[in-house]
């Protein structure tokens, strides 16, 4: 910038010299130049003497005032290099002083380096050389050198603080995990201590339930032997001596879904008309799922679904008899037996009814609802024994070694145990030998 200016002062002047003399010229006269006093504007228009020569033209004018102008300019940027090169002087020192405090370590090289910074600032800084041109570039060296300097400086500090950053950062996290580790050792140290102490008290609660379940059991042994008086638990009968609505056994095993069944039982009754209801089998739904009974003067009738099926059957004498009754759902089959011989069979009884699970099997009553609602006039009047029920049809030869006592085979559904039966309302239990006894 500075050169440019320079440049365009020096061809002013030699325009100004250039018009002058083809003025001069174009006159016819000649001209003589004189140097300037001390004081005076620049122009051409002094004399010998120094007298100030009068203008000739406008145009002689405007070129004095743009000489004018172009010294004022150059006392200007004489001025703005004087002033750069205080402030380089002054960016010196500085970088000077930040370099002395960051390699504390090597002072003694950092003082050689400072000599050679203020020898360069004082060749640098000296005497203003007299090419401008010079001068300028020199200038930009010297502020390239200082940003290079300072960016080594700035990324020096900022590998410094990183470092010393990270190296706080591994220690916190070191300490973070051992806080988090010995926080973890005792959180499993409490929880081994629970589990041991948990299992001890579990293995006490269950030695003091088995213990408790021993004496139970201990005790029911024993009320069993006192108060069960029957050789073995199938050898008993359930008497029901009168025709009422509260006299009833109950079956306390209920039954599951089936396809086919078979039902056995030992009966002793000479009531008349009739001999009621030996037993009856209810769901929800359908109190008459099935039924044995013989009301009135109709015959003994077995009910399925609710569905009826007449049964040659006789057994009002007073003396016992074995009956068995098979039904299958396969087209309603059905079989009716008595002292272990066959005597009826039919089909078309509720055909392809599966039996209804979760009932109630009452001895003795017909259900109008499960488990009650009983009508005096269909109660059975009598003895039973061994009610038996299986879900299959048995083989004939099966039916005939329990009638004639040949063979003991319980029920596999039902089986007839006296756990397993309860009387109400004045019926009993009382043992007995149905073989020895029908002999």
């Known amino acids: 910038y500075h050169v440019g200016m320079l440049v365009s002062v020096v061809g002013l002047l030699y325009l100004v010299c250039g018009l002058t003399a083809q003025s001069q010229d174009a006159t016819g006269s000649r001209f003589v130049c004189n140097a300037i006093p001390p004081g005076a504007e620049p122009g051409c228009g002094h004399g010998p003497s120094g007298n100030r020569v009068q203008s000739s033209g406008p145009v002689e004018d405007e070129l004095r005032n743009t000489i004018i102008q172009l010294r004022e300019t150059i006392l200007q940027q004489k001025e703005t290099i004087v002033s750069q090169q205080g402030t380089i002087k002054e960016l010196n020192t500085k970088l000077a002083r930040c370099e002395a405090a960051a390699d504390e370590s090597s002072q003694g090289k950092s003082r050689g380096q400072g000599s050679r910074r203020k020898e360069y600032g004082k060749n640098t800084m000296g005497d203003l050389p007299r090419d401008p041109t010079e001068t300028i570039n020199q200038l930009g060296k010297t502020m390239q050198t200082l940003k290079g300097r300072l960016e080594n400086l700035e990324i020096s500090a900022s590998k410094i603080n990183s470092a010393k950053r990270l190296e706080e950062l591994r220690e916190l996290l070191r300490q973070r995990l051992g806080a988090l580790e010995s926080q973890l050792l005792r959180k499993v140290a409490e929880l081994e201590e629970e589990r041991s102490q948990l299992y001890n008290e579990t293995a006490a609660h269950r030695q003091r339930t088995e213990s408790t379940l021993n004496s139970l059991l ?26 009422t609505n509260y006299l009833y056994g109950r079956i306390k095993k209920t039954l599951p879904e089936m396809y086919a069944f078979t039902v056995c039982m030992w009966l002793k009754s000479s009531a008349s008309p009739g001999i009621g209801t030996p037993f009856s089998y209810g769901v929800p739904g359908q109190a008459n799922e099935i039924v044995l009974i013989e009301w009135g003067n109709n ?23 074995h009956i068995c009754i098979t039904w299958t759902t396969r087209d309603g089959f059905w079989e009716a037996y008595q002292d272990g011989e066959r005597l009826g069979t039919g089909d078309n009884l509720a055909p392809w009814h599966p039996i209804k699970p979760g009932g109630v099997i009452i001895l003795g009553q017909e259900q109008d609802i499960v488990g009650g609602r009983f009508d005096a006039t269909q109660a059975f009047v009598g003895e039973l024994s061994q009610f038996n029920m299986w879900d299959r049809v048995l083989r004939p030869v099966d039916i005939m070694g329990l009638a004639n006592c040949s063979a003991y085979m319980p029920g596999n559904v039902v089986p007839w145990v006296d756990a397993n039966v309860e009387v109400f309302g004045g019926a009993s239990k009382a043992a007995l030998e149905i073989c020895e006894d029908r002999a």
């Open 299 to 321: 015959p003994i009738e077995l009910l399925v679904n609710d569905k009826v099926a007449q049964l040659p059957l006789t057994l009002s004498d007073g003396r016992w008899h």
């Open 218 to 243: 201990e005790r029911i042994t024993e009320l069993e032997k006192s108060n069960n008086a029957f050789k073995s638990p199938e050898d008993f009968k359930v008497s029901l001596p009168l025709r």
